[in-house]
């Protein structure tokens, strides 16, 4: 009998746990994205104004509106949600990642933020991410 209890609780983990790991490493592949815009952007800027604070204020700027519209479709086009919700949220990963030029930390911040705002749409009853 514990051997059936042991195998049906291993069976009802396992797709916890295989959503867990393909969140984490989504939300890494989005920070990759986002380091990788961010970097293009400031250099671009950067080339464009050769003033270093203005470079990495518009490219900041538009990371967050361009991540924030790559979740057009997963909102059903609501572009407020898009740029609000997921644009702004992305500031305190790059703010991170700007400070201390380190991805794995930007990447907590994010894994973090999401894991926050679905917590409280729980709490709301809406599913938010």
Request: glycine fraction near 6%; proline fraction near 1%; charged fraction near 10%.
């Amino acid at each position: 009998m514990s051997n059936n209890t042991a195998d049906a609780a291993l069976h009802s983990i396992f797709p916890f746990i295989t959503d867990i790991t393909i969140k984490l490493i989504s939300l890494m592949e989005e920070e990759l994205f986002k380091v990788s815009l961010l970097i293009i952007l400031m250099a671009v800027m950067y080339h464009l104004t050769k003033d270093k604070k203005i470079s990495v204020w518009v490219g900041v700027f538009l990371n967050l509106i361009i991540f924030g519209l790559c979740h057009f479709t997963a909102y059903n086009g609501n572009i407020i949600q898009c740029v609000l919700v997921i644009g702004l949220g992305s500031f305190f990963d790059l703010f991170v990642y700007l400070k201390t030029k380190n991805i794995i930390n930007s990447w907590i911040v994010h894994v973090m933020y999401d894991y926050l705002f679905s917590a409280v749409g729980l709490l709301l009853g809406l599913q938010l991410l």
